[in-house]
Every structure is written in C-alpha cells, then in structure tokens.
C-alpha cells in the first residue's frame, strides 16, 4: 500500500495551497488514528461524525481530504458525497459605510495613525489580511503590489491614488523609507492575529459591534461599494482574485442589516 509520505509528494505536486496540503493531511492522519480500516462502513461513520460536529463547508472539505486520499489509492469506488451548504441569500456581519467612516475618523482623532491605515487599506484595496501584511513601502511607491494565487495566477492589487498620497505623507513624517508597511511595537511584521485583536480592542472602545470589526468584514465592504459605484461584476472577481465569478455574486445581494432596514420602511401595512 502507499505511503502517507507519497500522499504527501502527491499533493505537493498538485499546486495545492500549503494550507490545503496541511489540512488534507491531517485528515488523513485523523481517519488512519481513530479508524481500523478504510472501508465504506469506516468512511460514512466518520462521514456521521462530521456532520454532528462541524458546519457544511468544514465537512466538505475534510470529505475531500479523503476523495482525494482514495484517488490516490486507487479506491474511487469508497468516495464520500459532499453535503450539500446551504446558500444565503444575504451577507452577513458586513461593517456599514457609516460604521467604517466613524472608526477611521475616530483613530485618526486619537493619534492612532498605522491603525487608522489598516482599516483604510482593507477597505479599499480589498486586500485579505494575509495580503495587507506583505505590502511593503515599495508597493505604495509604484501604487500595486503583484500577488501569485495558488492557480499560479497574477493578481494585482491596486492602492488607490488617494491613500497612497496620504501614506507617503505619512511616511515622510515617521522617517521610513522602506520595508513591511505595518509593522509591531517591536518593528516585526504585524501578524494576522495581531490585526485581528487588535481590531476587536478598538470596535470595544469606540462602541462598535465586535462582529462587524474583523479584517475581512473590510473586504466585504470593498466589494459592496465597488458594485454600487460600478456594476462590474467580471472585473470585481479580478480585482478580489476569485476563481470563479460564482463568489462575487454573493456582492449583489443585500447585507441583513440592509434587508431589514427596506422591510422596516416598504412594509408599513
């Protein structure tokens, strides 16, 4: 029988993300520590097991750990069926524009200027937090920075003329002249983490819903502003670095909040 060692070259060679790779494996790992045999019986109680724990997309993409595991033995007869997700037809926890505006107004207020940059930048270069922690000064200088998708695929994410204006401002004024963008109290990198909590400590002080506050809320943002200033659904995928213009749909429909406040002011019988 092969070895999960092979599994793992095999993957590798795939283009898969490392992240993928990761998870792959330890779902493998997991079926060969809690399970005897790979039968069918074995892969639907574990199947069963998933579905009582985890949400539909986690499920699915551990039930492709294992496809993809049985492909590479040869036993594509034993493959799971995925569940299916059920789609919403809204976005949920999507900061408001209104909300947006008053946090960067507010850290700005308070001095707290490389913060007051975070948020400015992923709301509108729509940037995910793992992108937003490589853009170096260099980048704001030529205004893009050049991303490799793991399809191998380019994608260029544009800073706009008008932060990247305010930036080298302030940028003169701190003396720095190259490197990470954002950087910690110790002059490291900032962490995705680091963006994270810290982002939950100011919606607590300046009284915003903590739930509306994380990095990729700000992306939702970006997308939802950029169709209503411009329905270009096509180049909105580009711009996100979506696979599929499948999810960018989802930009088109209303946040909850945005349903509830049409239904409050159509529905007055």
Do not use: C
Not at 18 to 47: M, Q, R, S
Not at 92 to 103: G, R
Not at 207 to 215: F, R
């Amino acid at each position: 029988m092969k070895t999960q060692t092979t599994f793992e070259e095999h993957l590798r060679k795939s283009n898969l993300s490392g992240n993928t790779i990761t998870v792959y494996l330890w779902t493998v790992d997991y079926f060969n520590a809690h399970y005897d045999a790979l039968t069918k019986e074995n892969l639907l109680a574990y199947k069963g097991y998933l579905m009582e724990f985890f949400k539909p997309k986690t499920v699915n993409l551990r039930i492709q750990a294992m496809n993809k595991y049985l492909t590479f033995l040869g036993k594509e007869r034993l493959q799971l069926k995925t569940v299916k997700v059920q789609q919403k037809n809204f976005l949920e926890n999507v900061i408001s524009n209104a909300d947006y505006n008053f946090l960067k107004k507010q850290l700005k207020k308070d001095g707290n200027m490389e913060w007051y940059f975070v948020v400015w930048y992923l709301a509108a270069t729509g940037a995910r937090v793992s992108e937003l922690i490589q853009i170096k000064i260099e980048h704001i200088q030529i205004g893009y920075f050049d991303l490799y998708t793991k399809g191998g695929k380019l994608r260029r994410l544009y800073i706009p003329k008008k932060l990247r204006e305010e930036t080298l401002e302030w940028l003169e004024e701190i003396h720095r002249s190259s490197g990470y963008l954002f950087l910690n109290r110790y002059g490291d990198r900032i962490t995705t983490r680091g963006i994270s909590q810290q982002l939950k400590n100011y919606a607590d002080k300046y009284g915003l819903d903590k739930k509306v506050v994380y990095p990729h809320s700000f992306r939702h943002r970006y997308a939802k502003n950029f169709l209503e200033k411009y329905n270009d659904i096509a180049l909105l995928a580009d711009l996100m670095g979506h696979e599929s213009i499948e999810t960018t749909r989802i930009y088109l429909r209303r946040t909850a909040s945005e349903q509830q406040a049409l239904v409050d002011k159509i529905v007055t019988w």
